[in-house]
């Protein structure tokens, strides 16, 4: 059985869900490792930015840390057309950044604080967004939660 959101593709009946942020290191990671965490395999996930950083914001892989969801090993990426197209989901993270737009994709903005130069307890309120966020569109897109 297919997915809602891509009964275009039968043959891969995973939705797949790109999260955009500036720089790819601190949103946008966030939301990645959140939805692999919670949603496993049922789930495509990937992550890029218009201008990325040279490394995941380090208060960001902490807080994370804290709740059990490791993202060091992750790399921030740039953001191509092809990433876009391969998705179902394309989400912004308030940042403001253009992505290529594609009929029938769905486009969606997390006006979320950037977590860059903050600490850990400023980015844990952000995470805990995050995750609440991720939550939500578990559930919209039927997938069910990893055990």
């Not at 218009?50 to 740039?78: F, L, T």
């Not at 844990?124 to 578990?138: A, V």
Request: with cysteine; hydrophobic share 40%; net charge negative.
């Amino acid at each position: 059985m297919s997915s809602p959101l891509n009964e275009e593709n039968p043959v891969n009946d995973r939705p797949s869900v790109l999260f955009v942020c500036v720089h790819n290191a601190g949103r946008s990671q966030m939301a990645a490792g959140w939805l692999r965490h919670l949603a496993g395999d049922g789930v495509e996930v990937r992550s890029a930015g218009s201008v990325p950083g040279d490394q995941v914001n380090p208060s960001a892989v902490a807080a994370m840390a804290e709740v059990g969801i490791d993202i060091s090993d992750q790399r921030p990426k740039v953001l191509t057309t092809d990433a876009v197209e391969a998705s179902d989901v394309v989400i912004t993270m308030g940042c403001g950044d253009a992505c290529p737009v594609f009929p029938g994709k769905r486009y969606l903005d997390w006006p979320l604080e950037d977590p860059a130069g903050k600490g850990v307890e400023s980015v844990r309120p952000i995470r805990d967004q995050i995750e609440t966020r991720i939550r939500g569109l578990i559930t919209e897109l039927q997938v069910p939660v990893a055990p």
